[in-house]
């Protein structure tokens, strides 16, 4: 593990400026409420100083990169690429009040500087933006029905995600599958919308958009199992995350479930976390020292790379040369494999 | 003041056992988070067992109730009053977070079954619920954009409404014209969509929908100032809610604004609000005769009735008949005049 995360690939890369000026110009509200938009998005400090530590806007950037692949233009993929990382970032707000998340990327998260109450309105606004960039766009009416069907189920697949994993919190009997169907849709849902979007808006039929979302959605599956790892065995470092491991948030992760299915891993993660105090520096490495000996990460990496086939598969019926193929291959990789 | 509330005139209720199975219809969701819909419908109780509390459905029975008047069909403006009804439920279940209410209509708010957090999901929810009816309806294309941006602006300003409202409780220098702004926005929007939903899916031009929604807002802010005297002045059998009076709630209402104006009623008010426990009831009494004495009932219903007279002003102007026109003052009447 090194202390550098992974570049992305160009590709993902090379529409950003585009995409944080669009996305500016979605958030055209000069009070309070469109200054706690812009913290949000990571374009201004507490103070309303400018800054630029926005997100990796990977969902934008795979839906602009899908649209090209297909034959699209950007300008016409650009609502939806927008779109969509105004409804991540809602989900961000509505989760991080949620779970009392005290940092996003080293930055106090929203809630801690507005208060939960105005918190909410951030996100509800956040979502209502989303909506309205692409309603109000020039793209055909018909396209324009079409990502918005796009967006409304894989964000109302999100909430259903999202439900299920605050649910998960007060259980001590949830399966690998559950949890899978779960992450599923909290993670996999909208980064499939990204793949369907950006064939949609590039004029593909409904019926192949389709299997570009199916693909998504492995993707965002692998993604997720993947993080789910580092969040037992990444750097803290490289990651940014403000907590050092998921072990110490007692999160109910894929390899916590996975420990959970041999005894001597379940009982010591059931001890764990029944303790009221945070475990210490030791208890978590004698952890994760017996989750190594019993394979568990072995056992969540054979998950992600199950999903990876699966995307494959379908990869090979979707109506794309081999070369686009292989970019879409390799953007995968980056996002299952990237360390932050 | 009497005891039963107003009832609804027929043509705002003729359409009440189509819009709640069409409501029902677009919460097809059998697990936990559709159980938490249905009973912030008003179709559940806490246990799932079938009850009948919805509320009024105000809004979507004036957007068919307009789409008729505009000669629309009552089965193309079906999705435009879903949307809206689930969109008003929406933000009743964010605003009950934020304002930590612990009841609606003698019920427990739904936060208080399932928790913040997942209430936070159970509203966005019912967001998504709200594009996807619209989104997945069968209505000309080019009429769902029409409706989906109506509401879309109605709900960004709705929600730019309850951040203003919000952000007044840390202020004691709100003007009475700051907060016409905000109820304008808080209550007045949606009421505007749900008239320019009814004339744009009765194929009435922009042009002119946008005059319904002109009127619509000044109802609305009719209907919020009678609502804020109601709060003051009102019997609190009739209008079911569990305070009793809103100067026990320290709110900072028209009448209250109104009050603030003149240095008696400003020093009553200052020191019932500066003190930390709740006010006797005999101290509110004292408050309410002064408020009287100072015709503070009177001044409020004179901005009711400007209101009222701005929303006459853009009914003339209205492509309708001289009885079409009838119709919409007499709705408006209910409207402002109900005591529930």
New interface residues.
Partial sequence: MGTTPTPPPPNLTKHAKKIEDHLAASIN?D???GAACRYVMGWEDANGKTTDQGGKRIRPALCLYVSELFGGSTANALPGAISLELIHNFSLV?DE???RDPERHHRKTIWRLVG???A??V???L???A??VL??STIP??Q??LA??SL??A??DM??G??AD??FENREDITVDEYLEMIEFKTGALIGAAVECGALLAGIPKSEADLGRAWGRRIGLAFQAHDDILGIWGDPNTTGKSNVNDLVRKKKSLPVLEAMKQSDTSAKIKSLYASDKEPSGEEILETVNLMEKRNIREICEEHAERFIKEAEEILEVLPLGVEERARLRQIANYLIKRNA
Wanted: charged share 20%; proline share 0%; aromatic share 8%.
């Fill in positions: 509200n009070n309070a409420l509505h009040i949620q779970d939960e109450a105005q909410i309105n996100g509800d606004y979502y209502v933006l909506q309205k309603i109000e009416a018909e324009r029905i918005l069907a409304a189920n964000t109302g909430i259903k999202q439900w605050l649910s």
